[in-house]
């Protein structure tokens, strides 16, 4: 391996590190994945969490600095093909590599800096910040998956956005004690945390099951060697989902519902012995 093999390598593993600290079932979902997709896909990762703990976490620290700072960086390792930050560099071999569109990349990080501008959001403002935050994310990995066919990536970014939105609803739900007490946020348009109640919820569930229904034939259509770790994610999605379902309003504002990793395990290993036997 000469030097550059080297860096470029190194650089991956700390993305993969940082999926792996961050996210159990991201990285499930990445193992059943074809191996040559992983280290893309733990790249994509890698970038979308530090924006995200930008907005999130570093409450004394100057955010919109610090997200601007960021930006800058990424559009200048993208543009030079090089960076000496590690996730920068990693995502920015992989934007190269697969033509990921810079516009997927705008619109993300601008749903970034909406959680830096607003605590509230109207309709206009929540479907662009779940296009930006989630479907765009998608769209990033479909680039990977697709390998050039732009046949096939354009014929599956609807069903993929749609599950990205899905994910992030659900996430939206399962967090909104946390991000309603820490961060002062709700995301859902209109809904007021103190009086948030059963006709309410049942209202975002139905519109969060549209969204996985239309996702589900989109999964099925994907590349074989993709298949897998994107069912594996919607199966622990709509399971995180069913058990929010199931409570009552006054539960999901208090606690922070979970998926046991062994639940998780279990949702891998029967994903791929349903793949082995060719099931859909």
Do not use: W
């Amino acid at each position: 391996m000469n030097a550059r093999s080297l860096f470029d390598n190194t650089t991956f593993e700390c993305s993969k590190l940082i999926t792996q600290r961050y996210s159990t079932s991201f990285t499930l979902g990445i193992k059943t994945l074809d191996k040559k997709f992983h280290l893309p896909i733990y790249a994509i990762y890698g970038f979308v969490r530090y924006a995200d703990e930008i907005v999130d976490t570093f409450h004394d620290k100057d955010k919109k600095a610090l997200l601007d700072r960021f930006k800058s960086d990424a559009y200048e390792a993208i543009d030079d093909q090089i960076s000496l930050n590690p996730v920068l560099h990693a995502f920015q071999l992989i934007v190269n590599q697969y033509k990921i569109d810079k516009d997927l990349i705008e619109a993300f990080l601008r749903s970034m800096e909406m959680d830096l501008d607003f605590k509230t959001y109207n309709d206009s403002r929540y479907h662009e910040y779940i296009y930006g935050s989630a479907e765009v994310v998608g769209l990033m990995c479909l680039k990977v998956f697709c390998e050039g066919d732009t046949q096939q990536y354009e014929s599956l970014k609807s069903p993929a956005c749609k599950l990205g939105a899905a994910f992030q609803k659900v996430n939206f739900l399962r967090d909104i004690k946390s991000d309603f007490e820490e961060r002062g946020r709700v995301y859902f348009p209109g809904v007021d945390f103190n009086s948030f109640d059963k006709s309410t919820k049942q209202l975002i569930e139905e519109d969060i099951q549209k969204d996985f229904d239309e996702a589900l034939d989109g999964i099925r259509r994907l590349p074989s060697g993709a298949k897998m770790g994107v069912k594996v994610a919607y199966l622990y999605y709509q399971k995180l989902f069913d058990k929010i379902k199931s409570l009552p309003p006054e539960t999901i504002t208090h606690q922070r519902i979970r998926i046991p990793n062994s639940r998780k395990l279990s949702l891998l290993l029967s994903t791929y012995f349903e793949s082995k036997l060719g099931f859909n």
